[in-house]
């Protein structure tokens, strides 16, 4: 969990103290953000990648579905399990959860 407490914090500010314990409190204790995923009635692709870029994520190719983007920060072969958490409007984070 230590390298997603830092982006969560980063990303949410003083929400994330919550959202933390909540995943604690139900034994999720997730390690990575696996991708991000934009709304698309709320979200360009232009508007997504500088989000991305303002929080430090990578913004190479995008998956364009019929109601959002995703950008994939890792291989979702890497994950054993996944959780989405919406983090805000428009923004969904896809937590990843190690073999």
Not at 36 to 55: E, G
């Amino acid at each position: 969990m230590a390298s997603l407490i830092p982006i969560l914090i980063r990303v949410l500010g003083s929400v994330a103290v919550p959202l933390i314990g909540k995943l604690i409190g139900q034994g999720l204790i997730p390690d990575e953000v696996q991708s991000v995923i934009f709304d698309k009635k709320k979200f360009t692709v232009s508007q997504a990648k500088k989000w991305l870029t303002r929080n430090n994520f990578k913004h190479g190719k995008v998956d364009v579905k019929p109601h959002y983007y995703r950008f994939r920060q890792h291989l979702p072969s890497e994950y054993k399990r996944f959780r989405m958490e919406r983090i805000e409007p428009g923004v969904l984070f896809v937590l990843g959860f190690q073999k």
